[in-house]
């Protein structure tokens, strides 16, 4: 069965320190896509991230780096020099293939919290 | 120049009563989907409609029913309100999922917080 995996449940670190955040999956698609979403404590879920099972490459988008690695079956997420604005909770999500459609099964979301 | 957006933010109400939550996307989408985040925050999916069809239906309760009355809208209607239906209500749209086969990035609203007493 499709199976997102976060364990971390929360994470708290000073401000300019690194994190990482794990993203562990279950699949038995052979394309499959890979997202990260960000939830402030507003409430909104916003957008990180999309990855092809295909495309291996990670990537960097200013202080969020995302590393892909299929032999592990993981999708980390690591902020460089955090800020207290990143706290939020992190969802990794994994695509589902339904019939003509798909759908997104999250992981339990990490909470990561910034302290100044 | 809000993409998803969802009416009302805030839905307080007793229990056994129909309420309706409305979704709009000025996206351009031919999917949409309805989730539901619980009190410990896991999201899971209730619905998905293509182009006012019904595509995804996930073993959700039948007083839970959506309605597609145009690709740009999905709104949630929910009879016999019961306490456990308390939850954060999150509608989502995505490109055409189903003839490109491709799995496109779904754009979540605001949500919509219900709160059963």
């Known amino acids: 069965a499709q199976k997102v995996t976060q364990a971390q449940t929360e994470i708290s670190v000073v401000e300019k320190e690194d994190v990482t955040l794990d993203c562990v999956y279950e699949t038995r698609d052979t394309t499959y896509y890979l997202f990260w979403y960000k939830q402030p404590p507003s409430g909104e879920l916003v957008f990180l991230i999309r990855?092809?099972?295909?495309?291996?490459q990670n990537e960097i988008s200013g202080r969020y780096s995302w590393n892909f690695q299929k032999s592990t079956s993981s999708f980390n997420f690591t902020i460089t020099a955090s800020q207290v604005v990143d706290s939020a909770v992190y969802f990794c999500?994994?695509?589902?293939?339904?019939?003509?459609?798909?759908?997104?099964?999250f992981g339990s979301g990490t909470r990561l919290l910034v302290r100044p | 120049d809000t993409a998803v957006s969802q009416t009302p933010k805030y839905l307080v109400t007793q229990m056994g009563n129909d309420k309706s939550i409305k979704c709009e996307q000025n996206l351009g989408h031919d999917t949409m989907y309805w989730y539901k985040q619980d009190s410990k925050k896991f999201l899971k999916i209730m619905f998905s409609?293509?182009?006012?069809?019904?595509?995804i239906n996930e073993t959700v309760p039948n007083r839970f029913s959506p309605k597609s009355p145009d690709k740009a809208h999905l709104n949630l209607h929910i009879n016999s309100l019961e306490l456990g239906d308390s939850a954060v209500y999150f509608c989502?749209?995505?490109?055409?999922?189903?003839?490109?086969?491709?799995?496109?990035?779904?754009?979540f609203g605001p949500g919509t917080r219900l709160t059963v007493l």
């Open positions: 989502a749209s995505s490109q055409d999922a189903t003839s490109t086969r491709t799995t496109d990035t779904q754009y």
């Open positions: 999500a994994l695509s589902e293939d339904v019939d003509s459609s798909y759908k997104l099964i």
């Open positions: 990855r092809n099972s295909f495309d291996e």
């Open positions: 409609y293509n182009n006012k069809e019904l595509i």
